[in-house]
């Protein structure tokens, strides 16, 4: 029998005192996940191989924006003589040949991004481009765009004009994408307009990004709040821990409820199931979790079915799924 003393008075009470600001509650945090895995592996091929261009699409909520942002990590850590630089697309009034080279000297907070001067903005991120690999050593170009069904025609041939420029000075590009489903109706509309280059250059290559797929999928990222997190920094304690010390010192792990909770998630999500749980909705309903048990703590805690239930009803999972199946609903 496990001694209840077990579990530190002094630490139960850092806990208490460090709670909100654990990044459940600043919604700030960023977990090893299968899909992110999956996701990496695809677009560092098509960097090695300096592709010119691949584009992600899926619906709202599937972690698109997070993914970007951690491609763009470990492509820093694994290929450090690559630039990198990341923008978020923005739609704009009306075409303008100066939007595209602004995103991207933006993108490295460059002082001179509000020029007026299309000439000059251009000169810019040709400029900061090349001074940037000389620094590194290298040849390579990476740019990085989320929301990418927010650029129009002109944009992309703005774009274009990039990609050429840097090769006739020996400099490759590859552009990784990421957008909402519509992107595909881009596509039919630049095939339509005969729009070859713009095609092949950037939107040749179309992999769907998925959520959760599977019961499998869950276990890991329930793993990972289990075993690989941690807060406070050095602490040793994963979130589960921290919000479940007695309940974790005498065995209880999340990861053990993947089957009940994947049944629940699946139900909600109706006959939506083309990508999978999107991220947000299985975060979401993991942070209920954790938060509605912290106050029932003690070495026996179990989750219930109804536990489980109210978790993915608070996640909005069934709501966002029926949204997604009304043809009047704007992704944009």
Not at 201 to 229: H, M, W
Request: with cysteine; hydrophobic share 40%; charged share 25%.
């Amino acid at each position: 029998m496990l001694d209840k003393g077990i579990v530190d008075r002094l630490t139960l009470e850092q806990r208490d005192a460090l709670l909100n600001s654990h990044p459940i509650l600043e919604k700030n945090y960023r977990l090893p996940t299968p899909m992110l895995e999956r996701t990496y592996a695809l677009v560092r091929e098509r960097v090695w191989m300096k592709r010119t261009g691949v584009y992600l699409y899926a619906s709202p909520r599937m972690g698109k924006t997070t993914c970007a942002e951690e491609i763009q990590t470990l492509l820093v850590t694994e290929f450090p003589k690559l630039h990198i630089v990341r923008i978020d697309a923005r739609r704009t009034q009306r075409p303008s040949e100066a939007h595209l080279y602004r995103l991207i000297l933006e993108g490295v907070n460059h002082i001179l991004s509000t020029r007026v001067s299309v000439h000059l903005l251009f000169q810019n991120v040709k400029a900061d481009i090349m001074v940037k690999l000389a620094a590194r050593g290298g040849t390579h170009f990476v740019l990085i765009i989320d929301e990418m069904h927010r650029l129009n025609d002109v944009d992309l041939e703005q774009l274009l004009a990039v990609h050429n420029t840097l090769r006739m000075q020996q400099i490759s590009m590859t552009t990784i994408s990421f957008a909402q489903p519509e992107i595909r109706d881009r596509v039919t509309g630049l095939m339509t307009r005969r729009q070859h280059q713009l095609l092949a250059r950037f939107l040749a290559e179309p992999l769907q990004f998925e959520g959760c797929t599977s019961v499998k999928d869950l276990r890991k990222i329930l793993n990972s709040y289990d075993v690989d997190s941690e807060y406070p920094e050095g602490s040793g304690w994963s979130y589960t821990r921290f919000f479940l010390p007695q309940a974790y010192e005498a065995g209880f792990r999340l990861f053990n409820y993947a089957h009940e909770i994947w049944e629940v998630l699946f139900r909600a999500l109706g006959s939506y199931t083309e990508a999978g749980v999107p991220m947000e909705h299985v975060c979401l309903t993991v942070e209920y979790l954790l938060l509605a048990l912290r106050s029932q703590d003690c070495y026996n805690v179990a989750i219930s079915a109804k536990d489980i239930t109210d978790a993915v009803d608070a996640s909005n999972l069934a709501v966002f799924s029926g949204l997604m199946h009304n043809s009047s609903f704007d992704t944009s």
